[in-house]
């Protein structure tokens, strides 16, 4: 995976809708599969400067991460980084609609920062995000078209 990997979906559901399931942590679990847990440690998912917590399993232990969210433009683009630990993950959410609004073509833009220890670990963290990603992004798409 190089430093950003760019991965898109359409789904056959409102930008609305699928900016409220996709950028919710409490959901992450249903549609992630490494994710352990996940939750908001300050404000809400559409709030900038809300800060929320994801524990994934990498390799064979769990990490977690915080990150901030640092834009949010409901419904069409989510920006966050991650703000602590030695992996940080950052993700840019674009959701363009389709089909006069019924629609959404979705792009995640994903990369990690790698600090102190943080560094040895990227290579398998990109390697793990680039098997999971595009399953995940299956997953979402599979639960908003089935009514999600």
Known sequence: MSDSEVFTI??????????????DPSTFGRWQSDVVDARMLSGTPSAVGS??????KI???D????????EADVPGRWVV??????????MTVTIEPLDGGAGSHVTFDLTFEGHGIGVALLPMVRSTARKSAPESYRKLKEL???GA
């Not at 699928?18 to 950028?23: E, K, L, M």
């Not at 800060?51 to 994934?56: A, D, K, L, V």
């Open 59 to 61: 390799g064979p232990s």
């Open 51 to 56: 800060r929320f917590s994801t524990t994934r």
């Open 10 to 23: 359409d789904i056959a559901r409102s930008p609305a809708d699928v900016f409220a399931y996709g950028t």
């Open 81 to 90: 980084r991650g703000i602590d630990g030695p992996i940080r993950p950052n």
């Open 63 to 70: 990490r977690t991460m915080n990150q901030e969210v640092v």
């Open 144 to 146: 908003l078209e089935s």
